[in-house]
């Protein structure tokens, strides 16, 4: 089978990360896989290459551009399946795709759609009747959908993402965890969203003595690649609260198993979220996971006080309360948690389930 994968590009991002380890679950099937993008990243690159993965990047002058080139880049390789992630790849999928295509299509949406959108968001999101499926990454992004197109219920798939489950696993030797200072980690680039300005408020509320170890990897550079105002506050919130010794900002790591391995626990402060990869890595690393209590499917796989914790992500006292939570749980409790987050993992997030979901959708 022969089948193209449209994404934004390559760089650090969730759903660049899901969509090269599908281009490669379906290359080591056998089939004829490619990848086209349309700006600059290249993060994951290796990883396609590694595996021999043609990845071609498509210039554009406009939007208008951007849409013909791919227009007619598609329908020259007329293939068997295009699979788009991503809202701006949808679009250029689904525009490929009419007024006839031999293919089957798939497009996605995988980011959480807010209350309040632009009535023309509203009238893209229709042309999703076109395309064979619609594959959301959580339930309650899913539901979503279907408030603004119900006609899309018989087409609406959710699949969570998947992960090497043989690659993320907590460490052989746990025996000097948790550590002390606990450690905490937070992997998200640097957009409002993710909420880094919570958990600064969140830690100036508690006593230096008493902090965590607390270290956010992730891009300082916004979701455009342009835009580093988001960092640029965040590392002004920390001093002006008197945590710029309790946080520490890191670029974003190609190997993140490490990461998790020497971790204690995961937070994600964001406000909104798909299904984040971070959450799923290190739940299948073992690790305690701390988000918001009505973000993305948070309450379908933390149990408060059995592998994690819920907050309100409004609040950085919420926040604050979460964080010591985690920290007070005594050893035996720990242990308990991470085989919960590893067990939940290997439910719901494993490869295999992953590949196979979008295998049959494709039959």
Not at 54 to 69: F, G, V
Not at 236 to 241: G, L, V
Not at 287 to 314: A, C, K, Y
Not at 335 to 355: G, H
Request: overall charge neutral; glycine content about 4%; aromatic content about 10%.
């Amino acid at each position: 089978m022969k089948i193209v994968f449209l994404i934004d590009n390559l760089d650090s991002g969730g759903a660049e990360r899901q969509i090269v380890l599908l281009a490669t679950l379906f290359h080591t099937a056998g089939n004829d896989v490619s990848v086209l993008g349309y700006c600059k990243g290249d993060f994951y690159l290796p990883e396609l290459q590694k595996h021999n993965i043609e990845y071609r990047m498509i210039d554009s002058n406009s939007a208008i551009d951007r849409l013909l080139k791919f227009r007619k880049e598609i329908r020259k390789r007329n293939p068997d399946a295009l699979i788009a992630f991503m809202y701006t790849p949808s679009i250029l999928a689904e525009f490929a795709s009419v007024p006839f295509r031999r293919w089957k299509l798939i497009v996605s949406e995988r980011s959480y759609i807010p209350k309040i959108i632009p009535l023309s968001t509203c009238v893209v999101k229709h042309f999703h009747i076109i395309a064979d499926y619609v594959v959301s990454n959580s339930h309650r992004n899913a539901a979503r959908v279907l408030e603004i197109v119900p006609s899309l219920r018989s087409k609406l798939k959710v699949v969570y993402n998947g992960l090497d489950l043989n690659h993320f696993k907590p460490a052989d030797d746990t025996a000097e965890h948790p550590h002390s200072p606990f450690r905490i980690i937070c992997v998200a680039s640097h957009q409002e969203n993710k909420n880094a300005i919570g958990c600064i408020k969140a830690l100036s509320q508690i006593l230096p003595a008493e902090r965590p170890s607390f270290v956010w990897y992730g891009s300082k550079r916004s979701a455009s690649g342009v835009d580093y105002s988001a960092y640029l506050n965040a590392v002004a919130m920390a001093k002006e609260y008197g945590v710029e010794d309790s946080i520490r900002f890191e670029e974003p790591e190609q190997n993140l198993l490490p990461v998790y391995q020497n971790a204690d626990a995961l937070i994600l402060p964001s406000f909104i979220e798909g299904l984040s990869n971070v959450v799923c890595e290190a739940m299948a690393c073992g690790l305690p996971v701390l988000m918001g209590e009505n973000v993305s499917d948070s309450t379908r796989f933390i149990q408060p006080g059995i592998n994690g914790f819920l907050f309100d992500p409004e609040s950085p006292a919420s926040i604050k309360d979460s964080i010591l939570s985690v920290m007070k749980v005594n050893r035996d409790q720990w242990a308990a948690m991470r085989k919960v987050s590893r067990d939940t993992a290997e439910n719901l997030f494993s490869q295999k389930v992953f590949f196979e979901s979008y295998h049959a959708l494709l039959q």
